[in-house]
Each structure stands twice: as C-alpha cells, then as structure tokens.
C-alpha cells in the first residue's frame, strides 16, 4: 500500500470484477494506491491505473514504508 496524496476516482461505486496481473496498481475507495503483488487476489473491481514493468517487482517487494516510489509511463511491450 502507498500513502501520498490522495487519487479522487472519477466514478466511486465499484466496477465490474476483472482479472488482475502481477504488478496492478489498484485505486481502492480511500485513493491510496496498492501494487499487487504475488499473493494478489484473481479479480478486483476498484480502478487499475498501470502495471508495474516485471522487471522492477522484485523491488517492489522489498519497499518498507516511508520508502519514496516514482512511476514513470512507457508504451506497453518494449520495457
């Protein structure tokens, strides 16, 4: 889970359940953003935001809090 400023959702009943991956970083209602990681649930319906790059799970895994993250976007495919 991370804490820094809230993320207002545009729509704030729930959506429809979908299939979560490895890396989702999920907007539940508090807007405080959580990474998925291995022990993930299989579908979810708050909103997903991006997937952190397989490369850098790993990492993730290992933040402790207070730890700063930064998300920097890229085109799908070629990271």
Request: include cysteine; aromatic fraction near 2%.
């Amino acid at each position: 889970r991370l804490r820094g400023p809230v993320l207002e959702r545009r729509q704030v009943e729930e959506l429809p359940s979908e299939g979560l991956v490895v890396g989702a970083v999920q907007v539940p209602p508090d807007g405080q953003p959580v990474i998925l990681l291995a022990d993930h649930p299989v579908t979810g319906g708050y909103p997903v935001i991006g997937v952190v790059d397989t490369a850098d799970l790993a990492r993730c895994s290992q933040l402790r809090p207070g730890d700063e993250v930064r998300f920097t976007a890229h085109a799908g495919g070629a990271a």
